[in-house]
């Protein structure tokens, strides 16, 4: 077959093509091997954005924004949607020398950008961010590498937006080292926000909502919603590329009503995907508890959001409490669900041990607390925001530790 002779197949460590390729029982706990490794370091930089955000280091908040969004969630992105590709493609799994380096390069890349950016360091500031669009653009390569020899077609839209996103990104980051520079002259403004667009509903968010109809029956073991048709993805997608490009256009032409207009359309597009999903029954929800209840917040929290950010770019007025309640209510709100769900799963274990793993990961705490913080950031309250956000992350953190030094005999409580 012609994954075995690939530079991209090979072992989970050994570099065997019998444990990854096509169709292989292995190229499942492989690609589980390295998404545990991805959202390690995932995790490592959602740390670093909230102890850096809570002690108030740097200039404002680009500091933990971009530790939070390029590390953490440009990470989880590359760990999770290459685990998806892999499982619901039957394709097989890239070998982990490929996969590990896309990684460290994404995270390298990272941590140079920030650390440039802080120190004036533009030199350094350019090449993190171009190591970082280049790691996204090797992750388009992988993902379009396991696509091509799919054996099960039925998830296409979600890898198709994966690459989608990828490519958005890519084109994102470009504008964010012009703006690194200095060199934007007098449209720095204009780009700062065509990169914000780009980046935010373009990477992250079509990255996401190609991701929930899929994951969200996962969540709630149940079958997709009869609503949720290829067709219907992808049109849905399709709007979101478009209302993106739309979006980032007006921010281009300074045009606030043709950015209204794409921000608008991308919100009714969400309530598209939001449609798609599975969980509305309350037996669903139940079994879910917290962690589908946290997942369905920040969807919310994503929505209005958007339609917040249309009205004020309207008015003229200052995004960045939005923002910053987009971050914080929508995306950080969907990683963690996303976690409490992954986080068991890949520990593995077998049956009972999984149901522990639920248990450890159940936390209405982090429902509570994830909600108040991005009300105290929208609403300007910065001693809510820093305690919700402590409690936050002291018992995600807590949890985090308990599921990962859980010992194996937990299996049998």
Known sequence: MTDSISPLTGGAESGDTRVTGLGAQGRVAAVHVETRRGLMVASGFVAAAAVVGLARVGDG??????????????????????????????????????????????????????????????????????????????????????????????????????????????????VGIVLGTGRAGIRAGDLRDVHLIINIFGLIGLAIAGTLPYFAATQVRTKMSRWATPRAMRATLLALAAATAVAAAGEFWDSPRIVGFGLVSYALGLLSVVAMLPIYKVSRLTWGGPRVLQL????????????????????????????????????????????????????????????????????WISLVAGNAAALGALVGRASIFVVALTVWFVDTAVRAVRLVSAPRSDAHV
């Open 61 to 174: 908040w680009w500091m933990p924004l971009h530790l939070f969004a390029v590390g953490g969630l440009l990470s989880a992105i590359s760990a999770t949607t290459l685990m998806l590709t892999v499982t619901w493609s039957t394709g097989p799994a890239p070998r982990s020398s490929v996969a590990g380096a896309q990684r460290w390069a994404l995270a390298a890349g990272a941590v140079a950008m920030v650390v440039g950016h802080t120190n004036n360091l533009t030199w350094m500031f350019v090449g993190g961010a171009a190591i970082v669009v280049i790691a996204i653009l090797a992750l388009a390569m992988m993902l379009v590498w396991v696509r091509r020899q799919a054996v099960t077609n039925r998830f296409s839209p979600a890898i198709e937006s994966y690459a989608a996103a990828v490519v958005a990104g890519a084109v994102g980051m470009s």
């Open 296 to 363: 369905l917040s920040g969807i919310a929290w994503w929505v209005a959001m958007t339609i917040a950010l249309a009205v004020a770019r309207l008015n003229g007025d200052d995004d960045r409490v939005i923002l910053q309640g987009l971050v914080v209510g929508g995306f950080a709100q969907i990683l963690v669900a996303s976690l409490a769900y992954l986080g068991p799963v890949l520990r593995g274990g077998g049956h009972r041990r999984l149901t522990a793993g639920f248990a450890i990961t159940r936390s």
